[in-house]
């Protein structure tokens, strides 16, 4: 990938595959740029060679541009990903400030009325009428872990606050009886109240993305790591279990919980409308199979720790392994980015390999103990 992709421009992010194989990639202010300096973090960390960590190092230091940003809310993706491995791995002064500033600028999308971070500004639903002015999807736990960061290395106790009581809300609202999940929901700006609960990237407003369940299962555990609340605990395991009992037998989900099903219609203009192929996500298999090692730990559950062996040897296994050289170089084949948007469909997509190595990092310290 480094021979194929040249130097760090700040314009040329490694993210997925054109339809002709070629490398496809993105600026900075998209939302995946620090999962391949990321990524070669972790093969650092998985080999103790110093090419990788100084080819880290220059790919990390690019994304410093990032600190002030404040148009969405994927910062933690976008700086922790990258620095926040950095700091962990090779750290430097300058490191600390750059996570510190970028919890800040995130910081700047939280409203005590919501009580919620806004994970993107206006824009309407798939049918075209509905508008949404303060989305919040569940993807946003994700961003929550350079707060807990940057409040331990700030002193700074409000980015620890605006973490639990975003992922509050999260809870309250975005999860069913049942532990499945809602994509999106719409907060009104001035009540605060919830407006809306249904998708963007997922099947239908009343489905369960596999991604977003995904996000969740690992927000949540990281929520327990961080405050030791055993109600984050609590949801991990429910959410986890949600998961598990809806997986086909090589353990790596279809896009969507209920792609297909009687009661789940797709509406207006996303592709799902007319797009009928059941597709695998291996990204969302990956996720989950690097917080499950997680989980299995902190919840002293044994079975989930077995099954995230299983699941990155399934991830492992030429159905979803790329042979070296192909699949544009990168490791993993068969994710999809967004079906509704008709992108990224059976595609590999850069932060799956992200959470595949990291679930490989956290597989080979479970062997060392
Ligand atoms: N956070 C965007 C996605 O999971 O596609």
Redesign the pocket.
Known sequence: MLDRVGEPTGKNYPRTMKDNGDLAVTGMYD?TPGFFPGSLWYIYELTGDTIWRNQAEKWTTTLEPLKTFTGHH?LG?MVYCSYGNAERLAPKPEYKDIIIESAKSLSTRYDERTKSIKSWNYRKAWNDTTEWFFPV?V?NMMNLEMLFAASQLSGDKRYYDIAVTHANSTMKNHLREDYSSYHVVDYDTITGNVKYQGTC?GFSDNSTWS?GQA?IIYGYTMMYRETKDSKYLETAIKTADFYLKNLPEDLVPLWDFNVGEAGYTPEGKSYAVTFEEKLKDASAAAITCSALFELGQLAQNKTYTETAIKMLHSLASPAYRAQLGENADFLLMHSV??IPHKVEIDKPLT?ADYYFLEALVRYKNLKKE
Do not use: K, N
Request: net charge negative; charged share 25%.
């Open positions: 939302w994927d993706f999807i993807d990237q991604r996000w980015g967004s932060y």
